[in-house]
């Protein structure tokens, strides 16, 4: 497994010689004698042997006295895809980390969240990960403030307190410490006119590993898209975001090397969870090669990978919306779903600004849907109940489609409710959870891709066949839509704007 790479030295040190990307976020390699620590991919010229130490993740380099290259930006480097392929403990602490539960409840916070004891789950991230929740969290503010300092305006001050930090002086001296420069100096490096010139908007470049079909992944968000809450223009999706200090509205767009990233928010200390919920809407985490060796060595899928390998699973910023918008969709078409949805939107949906474009609404909070009144939802009684249900159970808590999921318990609870089913349930499982073996068997094209490429068309047939595919079924899936000729799969062209 790559996930154990950085506990073989001579694999580690294979990646760092070949100057190999697609290592980048797995493990970080340490210099003795220049006390930095940079991804596998640095340019530099390679350190002898003896003078690498390799460690599981930024946080742990930091805490051993380690700073960031100047060079590769190893901060800057995509995540482990670990924490998005697995659901045990470690995965689902480091999910929530990256969506800043630590900053806003500290470890307690966390450790209730995980449902485990805050000894718990400190002994195993510093087992695994060579550090601590608090480390850990250390580390994602010290990337954020650079992010701030490099991309906008905000006098020191302001970046220190919206990256998460307690005080300037503390702000100051992990900068130092981290980056070897002064904030001042940090900010100074930045080109003339590379800012942001939009007020309010912070201008960024989010990382993947190479390679990357955007085509079903943003055509899947666009087609789908709700009317007030997502929009494509000018060569970019657009969507609002419901953040924890306030909202924001964000613009991307697929580049050669990277996904081109526009951030308005209501309040900068939201930018490191809007960032880490964008991520993982675009499953930029993935590790593409691993996936498509895999899937490749079915016959039938081998032809479609090589024709565009690696496809991203479209996912969510907030699982409790996908959720309802899954159970609008059941057994109508995607406009249909779209038309349901933007309904709730207008009806129940926060009003917002939106200076950049149209979008109207930030999608309902769950306590706010469960003031509606069924008799107004235009589909089946049996639908109503299905929704209403679902509705007053996300809003009371009962079921957690959040970061740190459980997704077998999840499922379980999901499935125990009327009228949710399979293709439901795989759904939520699979773009809502984030689980990378979720498998839509029932699905219509699904089943008429299945049909056309000689496999077998009923579920439970298709299920047993896609064993082989196994863990990474929720990518065969979009390999499967893609085979067909559907909105979905395709980005619409631009040149008509």
Known sequence: MLGDVYECVERCVRAVQSKDARFDGWFFTAVLTTRIYCRPSCPVVPPKVENMRFYPSAAAAQQAGFRACKRCRPDASPGSPEWNDRADLVARAMRLIGDGVVDRDGVPGLATQLGYSVRQVQRQLQAELGAGPLALARA?????????????SLLMADVAFAAGFSSVRTFNETVQEVFALSPTELRSRVKRGSRSTAAGTISLRLPFRAPLTPDNLFGHLIATGVPGVEEWRGGAYRRTLRLPHGHGVVALSPMPDH???????????????????????????????????????????????QKAPGRRVPRTVDGAEFAVRAVLGQQVSTAAARTHAS???????????????????????MDALAALDPETLAFPESRRTTLTTLIATLAAGEIDLGAGSDWDQAREQLAALPGIGPWTV???????????????ASDLG?????????????????????????PWRAYAVQYLWAAGDHAINKIPDTSAE
């Open 343 to 365: 309904r709730l939107v207008q009806a129940y949906g926060d009003p917002i600004e939106d200076a950049g474009g149209g979008l109207t609404h930030l999608f309902p909070r």
């Open 446 to 470: 699904v089943r008429y891709a299945a049909r056309d490429l000689g496999l077998p068309e009923a579920p439970k047939a298709l299920i047993a066949h896609a064993r082989a595919w196994r």
């Open 259 to 305: 996904i081109a990233c526009q951030l308005s928010l209501t309040d900068q200390r939201d930018l490191s969870i809007a960032i880490s919920r964008c991520r993982r809407m675009l499953d930029l985490d993935a590790d593409p090669i691993a996936v498509d060796d895999l899937l490749r060595t079915d016959p039938v899928l081998a032809p479609l990978v």
């Open 426 to 440: 795989e759904s939520i499982a699979m773009r809502a959870l984030g689980d990378p073996d979720a498998f839509v």
């Open 140 to 152: 994602q503010r010290a990337q954020t403030a650079r992010l701030l300092i490099e991309t906008s």
